[in-house]
């Protein structure tokens, strides 16, 4: 059961999750239909001696929802399915994952908009913490039309004073299925909010409503070269290739980030198999790395220095849960189905492994086996 196993916790080991507020995430489907999310995770390293690790979750799993007087007498439930993905502080609660239905959820800081349900006691047994939305959809549903339906069945209030730093550690939800359906949760003035999402990308704060709207900024970009124009008797023309994209915002701003995602996920060429379309995926979330360093806060008198400490891919045909952190940029995975044959407890693997990095100097062979003798001038003597 999850409930005192981690209750005198909770607290504690979310306040070692500090400023973060640069999570991105994207949606690419294949045209054979495969389907893959990708996310981001930036925030000032936390405590390492509760780092984010990898949480097995098993069907049959209890949960007992957290109330805003940090009581756990809220709504309880039992895991319909497992699930895997990537914890807080090494505690059973997820902050993105894949269930064995092929559905993913991820949330995403919303600081400044976020408005949860107001709590009221009648209703205390159909109420969760919004930290707990990840975990409840994950172990519950199957298909974005079933979450759609579902989320409108509870009320979700502002938990207990969870805090990161000094920095609410409000969210909105990206959601996912095996059909490449996609959908926001979002909840602003008490209210509901559910937007479906065929750009498939999210990242914070403002409202998704808003960062659609604010993709009429950029309706100029586009993936071909732009012409040269004449200037008086002078014809000009761009330097070099990429003209198309002039203008793409690069900085690390929520919509920033949002328009870039939009402008290289639909841009990219259609891409067949699963293989390819993993790679594409990959190669796009790359795209909102932050080194460490290059994005800085000391608002609250402590230096905080934001980097993404892991990104995650997801291959919800499969059902492989990618990741790589930023100590181990090589890509490792959790196979779902297998992780979870046979669970019957929670289990966890660590993300924070050395990285490895392979020695191929003795596959080296002759260059004249790639090409022919008289290529080579000395050769021809």
Request: glycine share 8%; aromatic share 12%.
């Given at each position: 059961?999850?409930?005192?196993?981690?209750s005198?916790?909770?607290?504690c080991a979310?306040?070692?999750v500090?400023?973060?507020?640069a999570?991105?995430?994207i949606?690419?489907?294949?045209?054979?239909?495969?389907?893959?999310?990708?996310r981001?995770?930036?925030?000032?390293p936390?405590?390492?001696?509760?780092?984010d690790?990898?949480?097995?979750?098993?069907?049959g799993?209890?949960?007992?929802?957290f109330?805003?007087?940090?009581?756990?007498?809220?709504l309880?439930?039992?895991?319909?399915?497992?699930?895997?993905?990537v914890?807080?502080?090494?505690?059973?609660?997820l902050?993105d994952g894949?269930?064995e239905?092929?559905?993913?959820?991820?949330?995403?800081?919303?600081?400044?908009?976020?408005?949860?349900?107001k709590?009221e006691s009648e209703?205390?047994?159909?109420t969760i913490?919004?930290y707990e939305?990840?975990?409840w959809?994950?172990?519950?549903?199957?298909?974005?039309d079933?979450?759609?339906?579902?989320i409108?069945?509870?009320?979700?209030?502002k938990?207990s004073?969870i805090r990161?730093?000094?920095?609410?550690?409000?969210?909105?939800y990206?959601?996912h299925d095996?059909?490449?359906?996609?959908?926001?949760?979002?909840?602003v003035d008490?209210?509901?909010?559910?937007?479906?999402n065929?750009?498939g990308v999210l990242t914070n704060?403002?409202?998704?409503?808003?960062?659609?709207?604010?993709?009429?900024?950029?309706v100029?970009i586009?993936?071909?070269?732009?012409?040269?124009?004449?200037l008086?008797d002078i014809?000009?023309?761009?330097?070099?290739q990429?003209t198309?994209?002039?203008g793409l915002?690069?900085d690390?701003?929520?919509?920033?980030?949002f328009?870039?995602?939009?402008?290289?996920t639909?841009?990219?060429?259609p891409?067949?198999?699963s293989?390819?379309?993993?790679?594409?995926?990959?190669?796009?979330?790359?795209?909102?790395d932050?080194?460490i360093?290059?994005?800085?806060?000391?608002?609250?008198?402590?230096m905080?220095?934001?980097?993404?400490l892991w990104?995650a891919?997801?291959?919800?045909q499969?059902?492989?849960?990618?990741f790589?952190?930023?100590?181990?940029?090589?890509?490792?995975?959790?196979?779902?189905?297998?992780?979870?044959?046979?669970?019957?407890?929670?289990?966890?693997?660590q993300m924070?492994?050395?990285p490895e990095?392979?020695?191929?100097?003795d596959?080296?062979?002759?260059?004249t086996?790639?090409?022919?003798?008289s290529y080579y001038?000395?050769?021809d003597?």
């Amino acid at each position: 059961m999850i409930k005192s196993f981690f209750s005198l916790f909770l607290v504690c080991a979310m306040l070692v999750v500090s400023s973060a507020e640069a999570c991105t995430s994207i949606r690419i489907k294949t045209t054979d239909g495969n389907v893959f999310y990708a996310r981001t995770m930036e925030y000032s390293p936390g405590d390492p001696e509760h780092p984010d690790t990898i949480s097995i979750v098993p069907s049959g799993t209890k949960y007992f929802g957290f109330l805003p007087d940090g009581s756990q007498k809220g709504l309880a439930w039992t895991a319909k399915y497992g699930f895997v993905g990537v914890n807080h502080a090494s505690l059973p609660l997820l902050s993105d994952g894949i269930n064995e239905s092929g559905l993913v959820v991820g949330e995403f800081l919303f600081p400044g908009y976020a408005g949860y349900q107001k709590f009221e006691s009648e209703q205390a047994d159909r109420t969760i913490a919004q930290y707990e939305v990840v975990t409840w959809l994950l172990g519950n549903f199957t298909t974005v039309d079933e979450v759609k339906r579902g989320i409108r069945n509870i009320r979700v209030s502002k938990g207990s004073n969870i805090r990161s730093g000094n920095i609410d550690v409000v969210f909105h939800y990206a959601v996912h299925d095996r059909a490449g359906n996609s959908l926001v949760i979002e909840y602003v003035d008490g209210q509901l909010k559910l937007y479906d999402n065929p750009l498939g990308v999210l990242t914070n704060a403002p409202t998704f409503d808003w960062m659609q709207t604010n993709l009429k900024n950029y309706v100029n970009i586009k993936a071909f070269n732009a012409p040269g124009v004449k200037l008086a008797d002078i014809v000009e023309s761009g330097f070099g290739q990429g003209t198309g994209m002039l203008g793409l915002p690069g900085d690390y701003t929520p919509p920033s980030r949002f328009v870039r995602m939009v402008a290289l996920t639909q841009s990219a060429l259609p891409v067949t198999g699963s293989a390819a379309g993993l790679n594409l995926a990959m190669t796009i979330i790359n795209n909102v790395d932050i080194p460490i360093g290059t994005v800085r806060d000391n608002s609250y008198g402590t230096m905080v220095y934001d980097r993404t400490l892991w990104t995650a891919v997801a291959d919800l045909q499969q059902l492989r849960y990618y990741f790589r952190t930023y100590d181990n940029t090589n890509w490792q995975y959790v196979d779902v189905a297998q992780a979870l044959a046979g669970a019957n407890q929670v289990m966890t693997i660590q993300m924070a492994t050395p990285p490895e990095y392979k020695n191929i100097t003795d596959t080296r062979v002759n260059f004249t086996n790639y090409a022919p003798a008289s290529y080579y001038r000395y050769q021809d003597k």
